[in-house]
C-alpha cells in the first residue's frame, strides 16, 4: 500500500496572467471531502435563506454565485379557478366586442369617405336601368346604423360565448387534471 504525505492542501496562490491553470511550481490539490461537503450545505443554507426572505439582497446575492447555472424547478399546474378564468374571459372578450365594433365603425366610414357606396348606386342603375332604379340608395340596405347595431349584436353574444367557452374549458381541465395529474411545466431563475 502505498502511503499519502501528511501535508495540508494548499490553495493554488500562483497562476499565470490570464489563465486558471497552475504553474509547473504549483499542485492542484482537491479539497478533503468532508470541507467540499461542508460548502455545499453552506451555499444550499444562503439559498434558502435568499428564497424564505426576498427583501435579502444580501442573501440573495451571496446564493447566486458568479458560475452557478440558474435554478429549475419542474412544477404542475393541477387546478385552475373557474371563477377567476371567467372573470378574465368576460373582461378580455368585453374588450374584444369594442374592438370588433370600433373597427367596422372604422372601416364603414373609411369606405363612405372613399364613395363607395355612390360607386355601388351608380353600378346598379347603370346595370338595372329603369325608373325604379333613380331612387335607388344601397345605403338603404346596408347603412351604417344598421351594420353597426348589427356588430353590437354579434359582439354582445360573443361576450357572453367566449366567457362561457372559458370557464367551461376550466371545468374541462380540472376534470382532466384529476385524472392524469395535469401539465408540467420546468421554471427557470432569471440570471439577469
Sequence with gaps: MTERSAQPATPRTQTRAGSDRPTADDTAVRPALRERIQAKVANVTDEHR?????????AATKAAGPGKPPRRARLRLTRIDPWSV???????SVAFGVVTVVSVVMVW???G???TWDSINDAIRDSIGGTETANFDIENYIGTSRVVGFTMLVAAVDVILLTAIATLGAFLYNMAAALLGGIEVTLAEDNN
Aim: aromatic letters at 4%; zero cysteines.
Design 113 to 115: 369617405a372613399a364613395g
Design 109 to 111: 366610414s373609411v369606405l
Design 50 to 58: 435568499a428564497n424564505a426572505e426576498p427583501e435579502s439582497n444580501k
Design 86 to 92: 371567467m372573470k378574465t374571459a368576460f373582461l378580455l
